[in-house]
Every structure is written in structure tokens, then in C-alpha cells.
């Protein structure tokens, strides 16, 4: 029974990082709809193709056994899709920021609830 737990030791890893690696590009597909939805105006149309391609790219091998695959594809959708995040973290930023003063947003802390206690 040893022996035969220590043979499919490597098989039950592999299955676990395939599965691991399958969640974390689910997520990271489903963020960049959620993205492309609110923000996808900040997008040049070729740029969209370009990060939809790798998706592709991902999907494709979330389909198959290869968690080195999958993750590589992750990091390849990662790495696309950087210059849209800069840009959707400037836009909320500055939505955020209208209205106020650099200075405001300085300075000591505000108190919550917690910190009264």
C-alpha cells in the first residue's frame, strides 16, 4: 500500500497544481470580462483583440492537463493586460479624487468606530 501511495504521489500533485492553476486563470478571465465591462472604453480596439487572443490562449490550455501551461498563459494575460490596469487605476483614482485637494487626503488618520474604543 506504501509503495503504491508513493507511485501516485506525483500524479495526485500534478492533478492538485492543474486544478490550483485552473481556478487562478478562471479568476483572472472572469476579472477581465468584469474589466472590459466597466472599462473597456479605455481600450484601443487592437489592444482588445491582443488580450482576448491570449484569453483564448489561456482557455485553450485551462482545457488540458499542463499546469505549467496554464500557468504560463496566466502570466502571459498578466502581462497584456498591465498598461489597462495602470490605465483603470488612474481613472478611479482621479474619480475618486474630484472634487478634493491633494492636502485633504493628508495628515492624521480618521477615527473609525474602533479606534474610539
Same mark, same amino acid.
Do not use: C, N
Given at each position: 500500500?506504501?509503495? &503504491?501511495?508513493?507511485?501516485? %504521489? &506525483?500524479?495526485?500533485?500534478?492533478? =492538485?497544481?492543474?486544478?490550483?492553476?485552473r !481556478?487562478?486563470? +478562471? =479568476?483572472?478571465? #472572469?476579472?477581465? $470580462?468584469?474589466?472590459?465591462?466597466? *472599462?473597456? &472604453?479605455?481600450?484601443?480596439p487592437? +489592444?482588445?483583440?491582443?488580450?482576448?487572443?491570449?484569453?483564448? #490562449?489561456? @482557455?485553450? %490550455?485551462? %482545457?488540458? *492537463?499542463?499546469?505549467?501551461?496554464?500557468?504560463?498563459?496566466?502570466?502571459? !494575460?498578466?502581462?497584456?493586460?498591465?498598461?489597462?490596469? &495602470?490605465? @483603470?487605476?488612474?481613472?478611479? !483614482? @482621479?474619480?475618486?479624487?474630484?472634487?478634493? @485637494? !491633494?492636502? $485633504?487626503?493628508?495628515?492624521?488618520?480618521?477615527?473609525? =468606530?474602533?479606534?474610539? +474604543?
Amino acid at each position: 500500500m506504501l509503495i &503504491e501511495s508513493i507511485e501516485h %504521489a &506525483e500524479a495526485d500533485v500534478t492533478e =492538485r497544481f492543474v486544478r490550483e492553476w485552473r !481556478v487562478e486563470g +478562471e =479568476r483572472l478571465a #472572469g476579472s477581465l $470580462e468584469s474589466a472590459f465591462t466597466t *472599462d473597456g &472604453e479605455l481600450l484601443a480596439p487592437e +489592444e482588445r483583440a491582443a488580450i482576448e487572443e491570449r484569453l483564448a #490562449g489561456l @482557455r485553450q %490550455a485551462m %482545457a488540458g *492537463d499542463d499546469y505549467l501551461a496554464i500557468k504560463a498563459w496566466i502570466e502571459t !494575460v498578466d502581462l497584456a493586460t498591465r498598461a489597462f490596469a &495602470e490605465r @483603470r487605476m488612474d481613472k478611479h !483614482v @482621479r474619480a475618486v479624487m474630484a472634487g478634493h @485637494r !491633494v492636502d $485633504e487626503f493628508a495628515g492624521e488618520p480618521r477615527t473609525t =468606530r474602533l479606534d474610539e +474604543e
